[in-house]
């Protein structure tokens, strides 16, 4: 097997499937692929749904929410593919999204990682390669703080504002809603860390990545669509601690700091 691709699915059941329906009409050439959802005990039917309309992914329930980092993490068990590939159900691939990185990877045996350019539904360009936060990162993008001059400019540096979207090059670490993974680094490396329910598992695994000299790249030359919901940045700073998923990020966000360790 070339590539194997997991989807982790809670409770988005319609965005899964348009995932799945992308993927099944990618160009692989002459790679040989298998799809791998698993459902966090979403109660929607999604399994009987995949049978009928895509026979062939292969589905597994778990009979808890394990987080996101989990839910992938019993994908990763399964999966027999030179590479893997985690995509979040909110993404949908275009038609040569992943020889595109499988040709790159296989063109870069030091690169352990890789992650292509993202677009929101619009074709404007997500950000989704960035350096490592630093331990007032999370205040400063999510409250008042971040209008502060000093605060601007940590945060221009955060999403590396100063390095083009148009070429490829490292990044400490990529957003996890597309990444494609060479299985024998990550088998090196190990799984995600299922401390992180949700947020930081990815900026986590990254790190790993480089603590094990497996680079992490970001190449623009493979696209997806990430229909990301970005709500939150509509409301106002302080709802963020009012939100069950923004809680979420904050126990992810101290969690992050007591594992590395930041100052």
Same mark, same amino acid.
């Given at each position: %097997?070339?590539?194997?691709?997991?989807?982790?699915?809670?409770?988005?059941?319609?965005?899964?499937?348009?995932?799945?329906?992308?993927?099944?009409?990618?160009?692989?050439?002459?790679?040989?692929?298998?799809?791998?959802?698993?459902?966090?005990?979403?109660?929607?039917?999604?399994?009987?749904?995949?049978?009928?309309?895509?026979?062939? $992914?292969?589905?597994?329930?778990?009979?808890?929410?394990?987080?996101?980092?989990?839910? *992938?993490?019993?994908?990763?068990?399964?999966?027999?593919?030179?590479? $893997?590939?985690?995509?979040?159900?909110?993404?949908?691939?275009?038609?040569?999204?992943?020889?595109?990185?499988?040709?790159? %990877?296989?063109?870069?045996?030091?690169?352990? %990682?890789?992650?292509?350019?993202?677009?929101?539904?619009?074709?404007?360009?997500?950000?989704?390669?960035?350096?490592?936060?630093?331990?007032?990162?999370?205040?400063?993008?999510?409250?008042?703080?971040?209008?502060?001059?000093?605060?601007?400019?940590?945060?221009?540096?955060? %999403?590396?504002?100063?390095?083009?979207?148009?070429?490829?090059?490292?990044?400490?670490?990529?957003?996890?809603?597309?990444?494609?993974?060479?299985?024998?680094?990550?088998?090196?490396?190990?799984?995600?860390?299922?401390?992180?329910?949700?947020?930081?598992?990815?900026?986590?695994?990254?790190?790993?990545?480089?603590?094990?000299?497996?680079?992490?790249?970001?190449?623009?030359?493979? *696209?997806?669509?990430?229909?990301?919901?970005?709500?939150?940045?509509?409301?106002?700073?302080?709802?963020?601690?009012?939100?069950?998923?923004?809680?979420?990020?904050?126990?992810?966000?101290?969690?992050?700091?007591?594992?590395?360790?930041?100052?």
């Amino acid at each position: %097997m070339d590539i194997s691709i997991i989807i982790v699915n809670y409770k988005s059941k319609g965005l899964t499937l348009n995932c799945v329906k992308s993927i099944e009409e990618a160009d692989f050439g002459n790679l040989r692929h298998e799809t791998l959802v698993i459902d966090n005990n979403s109660g929607d039917r999604l399994g009987e749904i995949l049978a009928w309309q895509h026979p062939g $992914v292969i589905f597994i329930q778990s009979p808890i929410n394990t987080g996101m980092g989990g839910g *992938n993490n019993i994908g990763l068990s399964r999966a027999q593919g030179k590479y $893997v590939v985690v995509m979040n159900p909110d993404t949908l691939a275009f038609k040569d999204t992943f020889i595109q990185l499988y040709n790159f %990877m296989e063109a870069h045996p030091k690169v352990g %990682m890789a992650g292509p350019k993202q677009f929101n539904p619009d074709r404007s360009v997500q950000n989704s390669r960035y350096r490592f936060p630093k331990i007032f990162t999370l205040l400063y993008r999510r409250t008042f703080l971040g209008r502060l001059p000093f605060a601007k400019k940590s945060i221009a540096h955060f %999403m590396m504002d100063d390095v083009s979207k148009d070429h490829h090059h490292e990044a400490e670490w990529l957003l996890g809603s597309c990444l494609f993974i060479r299985a024998k680094a990550l088998k090196e490396v190990g799984y995600f860390d299922e401390r992180f329910f949700l947020y930081f598992e990815d900026t986590d695994l990254c790190r790993r990545f480089w603590e094990k000299n497996w680079q992490v790249m970001y190449y623009p030359e493979a *696209n997806i669509i990430h229909n990301h919901n970005r709500a939150s940045a509509e409301n106002p700073w302080y709802a963020f601690f009012l939100k069950r998923a923004s809680r979420q990020h904050l126990l992810s966000w101290l969690a992050y700091l007591k594992k590395w360790r930041l100052q």
